[in-house]
Structure formats: structure tokens, C-alpha cells
């Protein structure tokens, strides 16, 4: 049988998380942080998402807060008994002068899944963000599931950044070839925005640069004060050392 539920978390300046609401799957759970940011620990309460699960996690980082969102271990799309798909929604809200760093562990597409993901951003113009996503299409020896994920950020009302992935035997046709995965199993991003990277000084006093992460990742700035890390890599060390690379680059701790 298919579940809905829907976790919320708030967090207020001073470390405060006055809002820390779990369901269902969604465990939340207060866990020691280094610096200046309130820590939420993200863990799987049962197996999900499964077919015809419909999931949502709200963060919102009320103004000049911080707050750093990670999970215990990987989430993992599974099929349901009817073969209905499964929707996992999260949507993030960060005032002004706030900072989120939104780090989970990768989402893996086991076969025979299909699961919808889509994450909505919404940020003050001085907000920071930083936000990594993994994707691995399959588990060790199997064939994916059916994986569409969309990602929309939006500063200060105005679109930042939007983009939608399809991969497996439900997406369109190209997906695995050269111009896409190349045979890789393992693909993932991360998002950097910071208003710093407008100001003279901060970073060179201009938005990094384009540059190789090794063979399979490269970092590019975007229109506005963001970078974007995109990498493929056949296995999930290999993607997060790629992403960590960037990451030390454009926010490191």
C-alpha cells in the first residue's frame, strides 16, 4: 500500500530549529554540527520510496540563520506492487542573510522503479546555497529504474536556475550515449550560490571560472552569483570525489 507524507523543517537564527516535524519515512533528527550552522540528519525510517509513494520534505531557513541538511545513508527508489510511480517533492525556502547547505546522500534508482523527483529553491537575494545532487542508476549488477528529476531555483523571484533529467528505460531515447551518460552509471551536481561572487574581492573579485574537475566534471559559472559542478562517473566514489573537488573550490567550510 502506498503512503503520503510530508516532513517539515524550520530553522531560526541562534542554532534554534523551532519546527522539526518527521513522517513516514522521513526521520528527522538533530545531530552535532561543526561551526556555525544547525545540524538535520535525514534518516530512513522504512523502505522508500516505493511505487505510488508520495513524499515531501520542507526545509525553511527563516533570515539570518544557517542550516546544514544531510542523511544517515542513501536513498533508494524501489518498485511498487502495482508498478504506479512514486513522487518525491522538496522544496527549500532561505531568507535573507540565511545560508543552506543541503547535502544528502545519493538517491539510487533500483530496476524496476519509477520514481518523479522535483526540488523547488526559493531564495532572498543575499541567501547562500549550496546543494548537491547524486544519482546512481542502479544498484551493484542491475539495470535502472526510471529516474525524472527537476531542479528550479529562484533568487530574489526571478529564475536562477531550472533544469529537468531523465534517465532510464522510461526516459527519452539517448540518455545512456555519448552525449549524455556515455555508459556511466553514476551522474550528479552541485549548486553553489553566493552573493559573494558578485563582490569585488570575494573569489578573485569575479564568479570562478570554467574548469576540468578531472576527466568526467566540469564547474561553470552561471548568470547571477551561482556555479554549477556536473559530473558523470562510472561508480558513486568516483562521482563524490568529483563533486567534493568542486566543492572545496566554490564553498568550502
Do not use: C
Not at 204 to 228: F, I, M, N, S, Y
Amino acid at each position: 500500500m502506498s503512503l503520503r507524507a510530508t516532513a517539515r523543517i524550520v530553522a531560526a537564527p541562534g542554532g534554534s530549529l523551532p519546527v522539526l516535524e518527521s513522517a513516514g519515512p522521513l526521520a528527522l533528527r538533530r545531530t552535532r554540527a561543526s561551526g556555525p550552522y544547525a545540524r538535520v540528519t535525514v534518516v530512513g525510517a522504512m523502505s522508500a520510496p516505493l511505487g505510488g509513494d508520495r513524499l515531501l520534505l520542507e526545509a525553511e531557513v527563516r533570515d539570518g540563520a544557517r542550516l546544514l541538511v544531510d542523511s544517515a545513508a542513501a536513498t533508494v527508489a524501489l518498485p511498487g506492487v502495482d508498478g504506479a510511480p512514486a513522487t518525491y517533492d522538496i522544496a527549500l525556502t532561505v531568507g535573507a542573510g540565511a545560508e543552506l547547505r543541503w547535502l544528502p546522500e545519493q538517491l539510487v534508482s533500483a530496476e524496476g522503479s519509477e520514481l518523479r523527483m522535483r526540488t523547488t529553491v526559493e531564495l532572498a537575494a543575499d541567501a547562500r546555497l549550496v546543494l548537491r545532487e547524486e544519482q546512481i542508476l542502479g544498484r551493484y549488477g542491475e539495470r535502472p529504474g526510471t529516474l525524472t528529476s527537476r531542479l528550479t531555483v529562484r533568487r530574489a523571484g526571478r529564475p536562477l536556475f531550472d533544469q529537468e533529467l531523465a534517465h532510464g528505460p522510461g526516459a527519452p531515447g539517448g540518455w545512456d550515449g555519448p552525449a549524455v551518460l556515455g555508459g556511466h552509471r553514476a551522474t550528479g551536481q552541485l549548486l553553489v550560490v553566493d552573493p559573494d561572487f558578485e563582490q569585488e574581492g570575494a573569489n578573485g573579485g569575479k564568479q570562478p571560472t570554467p574548469r576540468l574537475l578531472g576527466e568526467h566534471a566540469v564547474l561553470v559559472p552561471l548568470a547571477g552569483p551561482a556555479a554549477l559542478v556536473t559530473a558523470v562517473a562510472p561508480d558513486a566514489l568516483a562521482l563524490r570525489r568529483a563533486l567534493d573537488e568542486g566543492l572545496e573550490l566554490l564553498a568550502p567550510r
